[in-house]
Nanobody, 116 residues
Framework: QVRLAESGGGLVQPGGSLRLSCAAS????????MGWYRQAPGKQRELVAG???????NYADSVKGRFTISRDNAKNTVTLQMNNLKPEDTAVYYC??????????WGQGTLVIVSS
């Protein structure tokens, strides 16, 4: 079965950095579009960053210039490098693997807390 395992969350001070990783199994990783979403308390889940199977990327306006998404098809992983973190980045971050309208898969999430 499909499994997306996120790691790398934690507590960080404002201005700090974290690197989230998502290891995928049970899918042909290279043909899936991958993304990172987040959900803050009391808010809807939102797209943070996405990377297509063709390596095109897109970012939420709130993270442009601070976050970078990348993928390694040889290792079946997608990574989100987060720099200059702000308290408003506090959320549970979810990995997503999507193949058009055929398959839509989610990880369990990893918690990021930005606080002094």
């Amino acid at each position: 079965q499909v499994r997306l395992a996120e790691s790398g969350g934690g507590l960080v001070q404002p201005g700090g950095s974290l690197r989230l990783s998502c290891a995928a199994s049970g899918i042909i990783f290279s043909i899936f579009d991958m993304g990172w979403y987040r959900q803050a308390p009391g808010k809807q889940r939102e797209l943070v960053a996405g990377i297509t199977r063709g390596y095109s990327t897109n970012y939420a306006d709130s993270v442009k210039g601070r976050f970078t998404i990348s993928r390694d098809n040889a290792k079946n992983t997608v990574t989100l490098q987060m720099n200059n973190l702000k308290p408003e980045d506090t959320a549970v971050y979810y990995c997503n693997a999507r193949l058009r309208d055929v398959s839509d898969n989610w990880g369990q999430g990893t918690l990021v807390i930005v606080s002094s």
